[in-house]
């Protein structure tokens, strides 16, 4: 693949990922589950766990569609490992969910906001967790993107 040919691979693999993260995001996952995956205990991590399945599954299906049908190329070692890194930062992520202004120890991503400079932020505005989470999962889409990018089959 030349450096243009994986330029392209990435802008598409990177479109690709984030329109079925939207998808899975808003339209596939079951309300049960988004209130309950930020939740404490063993309930919280087995909602998020589905979650995360169907959200890996749709952005896996949508890459293999657009592969396919956009002749992409790719390496599905590498598009395994990108849907794996997708996969496990999105459930990080979504461990905070609806925890974003709590005190105390609360989740890592949390902590991390708020190591980061964005606790007055998360304390002054209900919006700013969820733009956290987004951009959060935007960047690792990006990462994710330049994994899969650049291999051929």
Not at 15 to 28: F, N, Q, R
Not at 56 to 83: K, M, S, V
Not at 90 to 100: E, I, M, Q
Request: glycine share 12%.
């Amino acid at each position: 693949m030349t450096t243009n040919g994986s330029a392209a691979q990435f802008a598409a693999v990177y479109a690709i990922l984030t329109a079925s993260h939207e998808v899975a995001d808003y339209w596939v996952q079951q309300d049960k589950d988004a209130v309950a995956k930020g939740g404490h205990g063993p309930e919280g991590r087995a909602a998020c766990a589905r979650h995360v399945a169907t959200y890996t599954a749709t952005q896996a299906l949508t890459l293999a569609a657009a592969d396919r049908g956009l002749r992409l190329g790719l390496n599905w070692r590498r598009a395994a490992a990108a849907l794996a890194v997708s996969a496990g930062t999105h459930y990080v992520a979504d461990r905070s969910g609806g925890r974003w202004r709590e005190s105390g120890p609360s989740t890592r991503l949390v902590r991390f906001a708020r190591r980061t400079g964005h606790a007055g932020w998360l304390e002054r505005d209900p919006g700013a967790g969820p733009l956290l989470d987004q951009a959060w999962h935007k960047g690792w889409i990006a990462l994710a993107a330049a994994v899969a990018a650049g291999g051929t089959r």
